[in-house]
């Protein structure tokens, strides 16, 4: 099972940018599809942006296109979601997470386990 430390988030202004970071251990990294996710105040998870395992392919929530960018340095372990031109709506808790599969991975719901995430504020 992989453990998952994300971190970056802050206060920022509107049309502020933010990159997250989320490190990840476990030998096969390269093997697993990523995933962004974030939880905003009152509302369910959901789905952001995930990238596969050689990182050729990246889908995203309509909502964010243009503004996120999954992205992620195997040899480092690590995945970052780089967020431009944010907006107040933004405002959640951010979670990474991992799975072999990347056709499944936009589904937070196969998920038994999360990290510690990382908050994100956006103020208008």
């Known amino acids: 099972q992989v453990q998952l430390v994300e971190s970056g988030g802050g206060l920022v202004q509107a049309g502020g940018s933010l990159r997250l970071s989320c490190a990840v251990s476990?030998?096969?990294?390269?093997?697993?599809?990523m995933g962004w996710f974030r939880q905003a105040p009152g509302k369910e998870r959901e789905f952001v942006a995930a990238i596969s395992g050689s990182g050729r392919n990246t889908y995203y929530l309509d909502s964010v296109k243009g503004r996120f960018t999954i992205s992620r340095d195997n040899a480092k372990n690590t995945i970052y979601l780089q967020i431009d031109s944010l907006k107040p709506e933004d405002t959640a808790v951010y979670y990474c997470?991992?799975?072999?599969?990347?056709?499944?991975?936009?589904?937070?719901?196969?998920?038994?386990?999360w990290g510690q995430g990382t908050q994100v504020t956006v103020s208008s």
């Open positions: 476990g030998r096969t990294f390269s093997s697993y599809a």
């Open positions: 997470n991992a799975d072999p599969i990347y056709g499944r991975i936009r589904n937070p719901g196969i998920f038994g386990s």
